[in-house]
Nanobody, 125 residues
Framework: VQLQASGGGLVQAGGSLRLSCTAS????????MAWFRQAPGKEREFVAGISRGSISTYYANANSVKGRFTISRDNAKNTVYLQMNSLKPEDTAVYYCAAMEGTGWGLGDYEYHYWGQGTLVTVSS
């Protein structure tokens, strides 16, 4: 499966963006889908994930996105979204979507099999 991420850009603190991850060559409903991000000089970190049946969503607590970010999936469009509200300068990063085959889910980027190219989000103060 190929993943295409889009929707990044420059936004002021407190603003919102919606990232999209569209799949080709496979269906997003068949994978655990996740968003990661990597800030300059930092390791890539898990942001949010959604289960194969879209029954469960997961958010990283360490980076305080829970309550501000929402992950969702539109199977008809074969797309996964990350709605980001109340953005902060520390949310500035390249955001990547990823897909995991099989069952289960994980926080480690090494557990994911397919990656989009990344989309840059810059939040100004």
């Amino acid at each position: 499966v190929q993943l295409q991420a889009s929707g990044g850009g420059l936004v002021q603190a407190g603003g919102s963006l919606r990232l999209s991850c569209t799949a080709s060559g496979g269906t997003v409903s068949s994978y655990f889908m996740a968003w990661f991000r990597q800030a300059p000089g930092k390791e890539r970190e898990f942001v949010a994930g959604i289960s194969r049946g879209s029954i469960s969503t997961y958010y990283a607590n360490a980076n305080s996105v829970k309550g501000r970010f929402t992950i969702s999936r539109d199977n008809a469009k074969n797309t996964v979204y990350l709605q980001m509200n109340s953005l902060k300068p520390e949310d500035t990063a390249v955001y990547y979507c990823a897909a995991m085959e099989g069952t289960g889910w994980g926080l480690g980027d090494y557990e994911y099999h397919y990656w989009g190219q990344g989309t840059l989000v810059t939040v100004s103060s």
